[in-house]
């Protein structure tokens, strides 16, 4: 089984709709999680960090869930900048990532 | 502000060659991590390097060995390579503050192509 499993998509989504994407780790000692943003050819870069309370950066909404193992990102009202691909990760102790595979986002007009 | 530079941008070797890629992290930090991201796929762990030492290591041969040196910039070596290691290197920076915070910062890569 994979470390961290995600949809790869795409999600085809038009301007202003709401959007989720789910992901899954098997290593329950794992203690911090993230997602990060990786825009085609380019490098990955944190998009927020992600706690057992959920938290919110704008339109961005991520959640925890440790007794089912399992991560959540929700965009609300879309933008066409918002297409990317959203990478699951956690950290593996001395800040090691351990990336998913990645879900990826077309927002059209 | 320099952010993670890392070179050379593109490179194309042949099976069998020994390739060096090189980085240096953003300035203030002292620890580097190298990840190879295949087509598709996210990054995967190579190895992490602080104080000129390797910390730790992912699932890679001995093939893949690095550096670092002691003004924090790194290099990730590879042998003998394999048609299956063209890939993007990745190089990541963070400093301690970052080993709580998660963020790393990543370097534009290096997209390496094995013929």
């Known amino acids: 089984r994979k470390e961290v499993e995600q949809d790869p998509g795409p999600f085809n989504v038009p301007e202003g709709a709401t959007v989720a994407f789910n992901c899954t780790y098997s290593n329950s000692a794992s203690q911090s999680f993230f997602w990060y943003r990786q825009d085609c050819r380019k490098e990955p870069k944190l998009l927020m960090s992600v706690y057992s309370s959920g938290n919110e950066d704008g339109r961005f909404t991520a959640q925890l869930n440790r007794a089912s193992q399992y991560i959540s990102l929700l965009i609300r009202d879309s933008k066409l900048s918002d297409s990317a691909t959203y990478l699951c990760v956690w950290s593996g102790g001395y800040n090691k990532l351990i990336f998913g595979a990645g879900t990826r986002l077309a927002v059209h007009p | 502000d320099a952010g993670v530079t890392q070179s050379p941008t593109h490179l194309i070797k042949t099976r069998g060659q020994q390739v060096t890629l090189r980085c240096s992290p953003k300035?203030?930090?002292?620890?580097v991590s190298w990840y190879q991201q295949a087509l598709g796929q996210g990054p995967q762990f190579i190895f992490q390097y602080y104080e000129e030492e390797e910390r730790q290591r992912g699932n890679f041969p001995d093939r893949f060995s690095g550096h670092q040196f002691p003004n924090y910039s790194s290099e990730l070596n590879v042998n003998a390579l394999l048609l299956g290691d063209s890939a993007l290197y990745l190089c990541a920076s963070s400093s301690i503050a970052g080993v709580l915070s998660g963020e790393q910062f990543f370097g534009p890569g290096t997209r390496l192509t094995v013929l």
């Open positions: 300035s203030g930090h002292d620890t």
